[in-house]
């Protein structure tokens, strides 16, 4: 019989569906662990039941939950990392043989993601067209399509920039930001270049390959 695990990520959970993740917790605890990542442990305190692992750098959970699960083994990671909780709790289960994991929290059920897929992808018409700059544009952030190209976006000190490789594998160098790349190979599905911080009013990015990038300054 193959490993089973789950994974419960810091996502939406609404409390109209609590009643849906209870019977998925008590299911999944009987077939393997159950890892609760960074603030999903949020959840687990609302339904009054128990992870079988924690982990994350919990940057964002507050003391008083730690301690009210002080019990349950802990795995703590440095929050300056080159890879997202998620990740690394994906890594953990992977490097341990199992076999099927099923992963909560993953989408906000707040909006369309099929939706909002959708429109991302749309940016690729912006390349079939020759010139054409195409971006998404919300009160949040900026979303673009980089393609063999070099860009360079205007912003403040902190704004968030991140990078999600399209491509089997991407070159990226970027400067003006905390953590500057310079040619580094990064392949498709990982999450190395998420969550840079703008130190300079310019960043510059080139790209070889093909790439999205969400520059949020909200």
Known sequence: MAKQATIWLAGSYPESAH???????????????????DAALALFA?????????????????????????????????SDKDKTDGELALRYLLDRDYQKIDIYGAIDTEFESDQML????????????????????????????????????????????????????????????RWELKKARVPFGSTWPLRNEFVESEVAISIDGRAIVVHRYA
């Not at 009054?48 to 703590?76: Q, Y």
């Open 19 to 37: 009643k849906f993740f209870r019977a998925e917790l008590s299911k999944a605890r009987e077939l393997g662990p159950v890892v609760a990542v």
């Open 46 to 78: 609302k339904l009054d039941m128990r992870p079988t692992l924690l982990l994350g750098d919990f940057d964002s959970v507050e003391p008083s939950l730690l301690k009210r699960f002080a019990e349950i083994e802990r795995i703590s990671y440095d």
């Open 118 to 177: 959708a429109n991302i992808f749309c940016l690729r018409f912006g390349k079939e067209t020759g010139d054409t700059e195409l971006r998404l544009v919300d009160h949040r952030q900026h979303i673009y399509l980089l393609e063999d190209e070099v860009k360079r976006l205007s912003g403040k000190r902190g704004n968030v920039i991140s990078i999600m490789p399209l491509s089997d594998e991407v070159v990226i160098s970027i400067s003006g930001v």
